[in-house]
């Protein structure tokens, strides 16, 4: 086919004819009733569980030298396996139904769940409801549990964009880009009100991967990210106070000004130093949680865990974790490309986007290249919200690799033009 | 190459693969930095958090010892210790708390049951035994601390009044942060908020939790008995009846301190004066014990409690310069990661001034410290390495022995009748204020630099005033060193030797008296005996005549010949516009010319100037120790050697000073006429009954001498701040210097005495300068061949 020259607003792809994708991508393997073996996503499943155990391990380290421990596990690291256990189970449960009904719930879920973040903000609902925690207001307390809408309203983006764009084309429009923009905008701009900057700002990523792997026009990414970057002073002054320091604090630090060291970046200099302090292979045990505790590192279960792992497993450590993450990445990835179903696709790069960002922003807070914006590093950060999201995102990128096949599905973000 | 289209044909899988490599280009930039982190930085970052696991500890050092030349000790550091007492003590909150644990102790069982008021009711019932027992610890420190109770109580009062400022200011300060801090979040303050501010920023503060000093620098004995009493306990009885007693500590609340202090154990000394050798008009057959305070203050100095920034900035420039000398021995300056050992503590003592400022950074010390770590429990310690001693040149016995002759008591430092023409700012019986100073010839080390008045520490601390703000008196100037003083006649041999070095003038050559030097003006340039008696000394006058009988054309002969330029090398020559660098504060340099005056030596001077310089007169200006070393350079045949306050085992510093040599003899010859033969100036006295007596009484040893009555510039000031300046003292400042040794040896000693405004030199600063040969006697610098009496006891 030549290159790309159709009329616009066309609403059905154009006909393919560039045979089935051979080569390192092809598939193959038994075909039972539409399920495959799991593919290549076992290597996702395996890099999150490796991460979540590494969790677990790090946040044991993290607490006060002397806390008492049961089964050899702190407390709280034994509530973390919980988690794990019911992040495993939603795994299994989100993997389990034909993508189809996902598809389907996925609106209603995303309304509710938008739903959800207004409720948080609406100022009379009484505390014992929402509880601000570290100033957000990002927690509904439902008796038995605390959930954070704002976690789970990620699958359901991820699901809404993935079921919007599966055959579209008009996200090769620049103007086609803009519903995509709308539906984004508002969890994000809900989720930024709580306060919660940090997980508003995974959105974008996202969206960016999803859209460039449905075959979005790259001159109009370029285009857009350049203006977005241009564009980021004007923002500087609609942030608040605190992130402003926060941004200040960083570019200080990034200038090699250490008197900021015990007040504004107390939190990054004191996080880079236990990274340092690993060096290569680590530290003993003790010493490790005798180093946490006394330099007082602030979230030293969750923004700043990476920190906690490097200390006592090093370089070594710190490698292993970017290992692990770049596994399941790939995994997802080479999932996603083994999938026929366009649903399936995006969604698989969805929320490989969302997992790939937050990795990459919480290990820069850590090692002092992004400044802190108060974010979770995944499967490995204490929190039930955020462990269960995780696995429900490892789930469906397992319901990606056991439904690679079929049913036949037409060829999806295939146009033939450029990268 | 092949195009991306043809290794992947799908657009999707280039798009994924595209994905890919930015997560892996991001993975490897996250990994590159964490490989800086651990590897590069990796000591620094861990040297950094592991100083958390670091509990310091410092340990007190002690400060070096400043010893005389015998090794008597002059400054040291005294253990003492300091009584503090808890805050809730202080407040009476103890009472009440140990009342309140008794009732409920007592009520146990209905107590759950009590109103506040009822509560209340019981406690107030109990609380007369143990606030009694408050008022019983009180009487005791305040009895241990060598004071009364109501000192005592006024100085809870302040720690109160204090603490409760602090507290309130906190306070401020943290619901300020608090409120802050919540909208910097996008808060809103609700009133819950406020109210957990409140209660957050009340918490106590750690002064209301510890222990205040309420008694300073208690002697040992003292320290040691509170030492025993602490956990001793006794039984009160607050209740009545049946009811049990309560087992409380004898002192609740108190801790004993080290603190220490800075002794100086010949501040204060008991001179016995033979006063059967002073001239007959203040003479007794008797020895009086003169108590003299603040002996070498001037040199020693006195130290304060607190650092200034000025002295942070000194010992960081100390340490920049010179770390090596700040250890005594080969250990650190710096602590491991850095801290300076002898770094300034708020509450640390620090030499203010003399000596123990200037060797400020040798005496201090460097502090141990005991570093813990939390981690593993280990303790490493450091010795702490106490600060250098220092020793003087000075001989303790005989700078006091010199300033009890200084003292007004005995009479040679007050106006007396004998000494000559009445001043009318000094009648008689005017405190006359001085200096002296004696220099060992063949060192150049000061044996004693006096000046008087002096002060005591005591007086320092208790009436600064006094010392600082005296127009007259002026006790804080040290007049040996500091005070510029016009040398009179007293210059006349280094002049003559001068001149002859220059060849102005031969020894063979002699001068016409012609009585004034100007032939056409008699009321200018005049000899002393001229303008006194109206008689000259003669058309045949040698050199050592001269000096003997201080004839002033002579010398203004010779200030004529050596003309400005020749003028200024002459005094250059001994010494002027040198600083000594005694390291004991400000010094004068001497001054030839203006003050201030810049340029060619000389280059100021006008011939008229230059004439007087010759007598010492006119503009020129030096001091006692100055006057002490020119004649001590004669003694030497030319050498001068810089003279020295601090003896360090350096040899002294010499330098040869071409002289001629003549010359030398000839000047010396006229000391000794000047101070030995009976038409010499500093022969005798003359008393107002018209007898004489000889100045120079102790037998066994030669002296050369000359005197001095230097016209000089009255002290002027506004004592009454009204704006009118006063004139507080006027007339000639009276100088006598000398040379001494054994007898029919060459002189060993030098000595320079001035006595301000006072007039003649031969009769008020002679009888001095006799006593402090006797002085030099008495300690064994010159052979003694007088009947023994004089003795100096150090006060206990």
Not at chain 2, 169 to 186: D, E, F, N, P
Request: hydrophobic residues 40%.
């Amino acid at each position: 086919m030549s290159g790309g020259v159709r009329a616009a607003g066309a609403s059905s792809p154009p006909r393919q004819e560039t045979p089935p994708v051979r080569g390192a991508l092809s598939n193959s393997g038994r075909r039972i009733a539409g399920i495959r073996p799991i593919g290549l996503a076992w290597l996702t499943v395996l890099a999150a569980m490796v991460l979540s155990v590494i969790g677990v391990y790090a946040i044991h380290v993290g607490e006060p030298p002397g806390s008492a421990t049961r089964f050899g596990l702190s407390s709280i690291a034994i509530r973390q396996v919980v988690y794990l256990v019911v992040g495993v189970c939603g795994a299994v449960v989100i993997a389990i139904p034909n993508p189809k009904l996902i598809r389907a719930l996925a609106p209603p879920a995303f309304v509710a769940l938008i739903g959800a973040l207004v409720f948080l903000l609406v100022p009379f609902v009484p505390e014992f409801l929402v509880t601000p925690r570290n100033g957000a207001r990002a927690w509904i307390n439902l008796g038995v549990a605390d959930i954070q809408p704002s976690e789970l309203c990620k699958i359901a983006y991820v699901l809404v964009i993935a079921g919007y764009l599966r055959y579209r084309t008009e996200h090769r429009t620049l103007v086609g880009l803009l519903p995509l923009a709308a539906i984004t905008f508002i969890p994000i701009a809900l989720i930024t009100l709580q306060p919660d900057l940090g997980t508003s700002s995974l959105f974008v990523p996202s969206l960016f991967a999803m859209v460039l792997a449905a075959g979005a026009r790259l001159r109009h990414l370029v285009l857009i990210v350049a203006c977005a970057a241009l564009a980021a002073p004007a923002a500087y002054p609609l942030l608040q106070p605190h992130q402003k320091q926060r941004l200040v604090a960083m570019v200080r630090m990034v200038q090699g000004d250490q008197t900021t060291a015990d007040d504004i970046n107390f939190q990054s200099f004191t996080a880079q130093a236990l990274v340092g302090a690993g060096g290569t292979t680590g530290l003993p045990a003790e010493k490790s949680r005798a180093l946490v505790y006394h330099t007082r590192l602030p979230e030293q279960h969750n923004d700043m865990i990476f920190s906690v792992i490097v200390n006592r497993f090093g370089l070594v450590g710190g490698l292993t974790v970017l290992g692990a993450y770049l596994a399941w990445i790939v995994g997802a990835l080479v999932t996603a490309g083994h999938t026929k179903d366009p649903f399936l696709r995006l969604t698989v790069v969805g929320v490989t986007g969302f997992i790939a960002a937050q990795m990459t922003i919480n290990i820069g807070m850590n090692i002092g290249v992004l400044p802190i914006i108060g974010i979770t590093l995944p499967f490995v950060s204490y929190g039930g919200s955020s462990l269960l999201t995780c696995w429900l995102m490892t789930g469906l990128v397992v319901s990606a690799g056991i439904r690679r096949g079929g049913p036949p599905h037409r060829p999806s973000f295939e146009f033939g033009d450029g990268l | 190459m092949p195009s991306p289209q043809a290794l992947i044909p799908s657009m999707f899988h280039r798009r994924l693969a595209l994905l890919a490599a930015l997560v892996a280009i991001s993975t490897v930039g996250l990994g590159v930095q964490l490989g800086r982190l651990t590897i590069s930085q990796g000591d620094a970052l861990r040297d950094r958090a592991e100083s958390k696991l670091e509990r310091v500890t410092w340990l007190p050092t002690q400060r070096g010892r400043v010893l005389d030349r015998k090794g008597r000790v002059l400054a040291v550091d005294r253990p003492s210790y300091d009584l503090a007492v808890d805050f809730n003590v202080i407040t009476g909150a103890w009472a009440v708390e140990r009342a309140g644990r008794y009732a409920r102790r007592v009520h146990r069982d209905e107590w759950p049951k009590l109103a506040a008021q009822q509560r209340r009711a019981l406690i107030d019932r109990y609380l007369p035994a143990y606030e009694s027992h408050l008022e019983s610890m009180w009487e005791t420190l305040a009895a241990g601390a060598g004071t009364t109770p109501d000192v005592l109580v006024d100085r809870r009062a302040d720690i109160e009044s204090r603490v409760d400022r602090m507290f309130s200011a906190i306070v401020r300060a943290r619901t300020k942060s608090a409120r802050r801090a919540q909208l910097a979040m996008g808060r809103e303050i609700t009133e819950r908020i406020e109210r957990r501010i409140e209660e957050q920023a009340s918490r106590p503060i750690a002064e209301q939790r510890s222990p205040h000093v309420i008694a300073t620098r208690v002697d040992d004995e003292t320290g040691f008995l509170f030492q025993r009493l602490l956990g001793q306990t006794v039984e009160l009885k607050p209740g009545s009846g049946d009811q049990p007693t309560d087992e409380v500590d004898r002192l609740p609340g108190l801790a004993v301190r080290d603190a220490g202090d800075r002794h100086y154990p010949f501040d204060r000394v008991v001179v016995d004066v033979d006063r059967s050798r002073l001239p007959s008009p203040v003479r007794r057959d008797s020895t009086e014990s003169v108590e003299v305070e603040g002996v070498a203050i001037h040199l020693l100095g006195w130290m304060r409690s607190g650092a200034f920034a000025e002295d942070i900035e000194r010992r960081e420039a100390f340490l920049s310069e010179s770390a090596e000398q700040a250890s005594t021995s080969a250990g650190e300056v710096l602590t491991s990661v850095g801290t300076d050992r002898g770094r300034y503590l708020p509450t640390d003592a620090v030499g203010s001034s003399g000596l123990e400022r200037s060797a400020e950074h040798r005496l201090r010390g460097l502090r141990g410290y005991e570093r813990y770590r939390i981690d593993n429990g280990s303790i490493e310690t450091h010795e702490p390495e106490p600060g250098r001693d220092i020793g003087l040149t000075i001989d303790i016995a005989l700078q006091a022995r010199i300033q009890a002759l200084l003292d007004p008591e005995l009479g040679l430092a007050r106006v007396q009748p004998w000494h000559g023409e009445p001043n009318p700012t000094m009648p008689v019986g005017t405190p006359i204020n001085g200096a002296a100073v004696v220099l060992e010839i063949d060192t150049g080390d000061i044996l004693a630099m006096v000046s008087t008045p002096t002060f005591s520490r005591d007086a320092l601390r208790d009436d600064p005033a006094s010392i600082f703000e005296s127009p007259i008196a002026r006790p804080a100037l040290n007049r040996a060193l500091e005070v510029p003083y016009q040398p009179g006649s007293i210059v006349k041999a280094p002049i003559l030797v001068a001149a002859a070095t220059q060849g102005l003038w031969q020894p063979s050559q002699h001068i016409c008296c012609t009585g004034h030097f100007l032939p056409d003006r008699k009321d200018v340039y005049r000899c002393w005996t001229y303008k006194r008696f109206g008689n000259t000394h003669g058309d045949d006058l040698t050199g050592e005549d001269a000096i003997k009988v201080s004839c002033n054309i002579f010398f203004y002969e010779l200030g004529r010949r050596l003309g400005a330029r020749g003028m200024a090398e002459a005094y250059a020559q001994f010494g002027i516009g040198e600083s000594f660098d005694l390291g004991v504060g400000r010094e004068f340099e001497g001054v030839v010319g203006a003050f201030g005056a810049q340029g060619e030596p000389g280059e100021r001077l006008s011939p008229a100037d230059v004439i007087f310089m010759g007598i010492g007169q006119g503009p020129v200006a030096w001091t006692p120790l100055h006057a002490a070393e020119a004649i001590a350079m004669l003694a030497r045949g030319g050498i001068s050697i810089r003279p020295r306050l601090v003896s360090d085992g350096s040899a002294p510093d010499v330098r040869e000073v071409t002289l001629d040599r003549a010359a030398i003899d000839v000047a010396l010859e006229g000391l000794r006429l000047s101070a030995n033969d009976p038409r010499g100036t500093g022969h005798h006295i003359t008393l107002t009954d018209g007898t004489r007596e000889n100045i120079f009484t102790a037998p066994g040893v030669s002296v050369w001498g000359k005197t001095g009555t230097a016209e000089s510039s009255p002290l002027r000031a506004d004592t009454d701040g009204d704006g009118t300046i006063e004139t507080l003292r006027s007339g000639d400042h009276s100088w006598f210097v000398v040379l001494v040794g054994p007898e029919g040896q060459p002189p060993t000693h030098a000595v320079a005495v001035i006595m301000e405004y006072a007039g003649s030199g031969a009769r008020v600063s002679g009888p001095v300068t006799n006593q402090v040969i006797h002085a030099l006697i008495d300690e064994g610098y010159l052979p003694d061949a007088r009947e023994p009496s004089w003795r100096a006891e150090a006060v206990p």
